[in-house]
Each structure stands twice: as C-alpha cells, then as structure tokens.
C-alpha cells in the first residue's frame, strides 16, 4: 500500500530535550516536506526537499532542521525544543510529475 | 503573492441539506487548486483538485468545486451534508517555484452536521 508514515504519532517532551520525528515514504517521491498545523492557522511549510541531500526553508522553518540521506526517508528534528512548537506535525511527498501531495498521519507534539 | 481565504471558519448544517464552503484565491498565474479534508484525529485526504482541464471538478463522497476566475473562487459544495461529512476543510492553492511546488493553505473551515 501506498503510504506515508510518521513517528511517533503522539510525543510529550520537555522543553530543551532533542528530539526527532521520522518520515518514511514507499512511493519513491523525490519531493517531501514537512508541514505544522496550529489552530486558525491552517498548515505553513517548514522544510521541503527535492531530493536527496537537496533541502530548503518554508515558512516557518526556525528551531528546526531536516536531512535527506535516503530518498525515502526525512525526518524532522528538534535540537532544543520550546513550548511554542507545540503543534500538530504532517509530512508529504510527491512525485515532480504530478500535482498531488499524500500526507502522513500526524505527529501531535507537546512540549513542556 | 498566491494565497487562499477560507471565509468561514465554522459552517453548520443539517443532515440532508445542501453544504457550501466558500473560498477566494490570489495568484499571478493560472493557479492549481485543491480542497484537502481532515476529519478528527486523522491526516489530510484530497478531496479534489483543479488544474486548468474543467472548472467544475468532481471529487470524492460526492463533492464538487467550481472555478470562477473572473470571482476568483473555488468553492466546495455538495447537494446533500451527511453526518460523516463532519471534518475540517482546507482549501489550497499550489505555488510554482522553479523545479518544486509548494501548498499555502486556507486556514481551514469546520463543517458541523446536524441530525
């Protein structure tokens, strides 16, 4: 089955302790990002990459970093976390060929 | 810039009843559009998108969008609300930025069904 998949879907964390969240792809999409959804803000990019080892900015992309060693693989980390990146994380991927972008699940991240 | 405004955060109606969820979009180009659904608790799934073919696009659990350029809008709508048709809806226009694509969504309407 076509998918995309993130872990964990629910973390409680601190604030200051690293974390990471992962994002896996079956599709063999060259592009993936990362979005955040909070409340009344709809979702805003932090990261995206085109390709392996190819990232760049969103919109939203301080106090995170991304890497991309294997095309399927794009996990989102978080040196040091603060309570304002409390929020609802998705990833996505897509083919360049098309239009559509499939999202994860979620990841509904606290921090304390 | 592109961007998109979702004019209701909150819609509600009965079950049975027709569903109207209204969006405007800004864009400098022939714009690729979508509407996105997410109900409680779970990802996002398309519900259709528009990309120049047709202006009325059909798309999933029979809902429907109509592109008016000289409005520029592309509203939801569907003939009937049914209770699993509660969720939230983002509507989303597709940014061209030399090799990549990138999605700004609407921040959202939430569809309440009544019995």
């Known amino acids: 089955e076509a998918q995309v998949t993130q872990n964990p879907r629910y973390l409680i964390t601190v604030t200051g302790k690293k974390l990471t969240v992962t994002c896996s792809q079956n599709m063999n999409h060259e592009y993936m990002s990362w979005y955040r959804q909070d409340p009344g803000l709809g979702l805003r990019q932090i990261y995206y990459?085109?390709?392996?080892?190819?990232?760049d900015k969103g919109d939203v992309p301080e106090g995170y970093k991304v890497s991309r060693k294997e095309k399927r693989n794009f996990p989102l980390i978080l040196e040091s976390p603060s309570p304002n990146q409390t929020s609802l994380y998705f990833c996505?991927?897509?083919?360049?060929?098309?239009?559509?972008?499939?999202f994860g699940p979620g990841t509904r991240l606290t921090v304390l | 810039a592109q961007s998109v405004t979702q004019l209701d955060s909150h819609v509600s109606v009965s079950e049975g009843t027709p569903v109207l969820l209204r969006c405007n979009y800004s864009s400098s180009y022939s714009p690729s559009l979508f509407w996105y659904v997410q109900h409680p608790n779970k990802g996002l799934q398309l519900l259709l998108k528009y990309t120049s073919a047709a202006t009325l696009v059909k798309g999933i659990n029979g809902f429907e969008a109509e592109f008016k350029k000289s409005e520029t809008s592309f509203h939801l709508t569907k003939p009937s609300a049914h209770m699993s048709d509660a969720a939230e809806y983002f509507c989303v226009v597709s940014v061209v930025m030399t090799r990549f694509q990138k999605l700004v969504f609407g921040t959202g309407t939430r569809l309440l069904v009544s019995p």
């Open positions: 996505a991927s897509k083919s360049p060929r098309v239009d559509t972008q499939y």
């Open positions: 990459s085109m390709n392996v080892e190819v990232t």
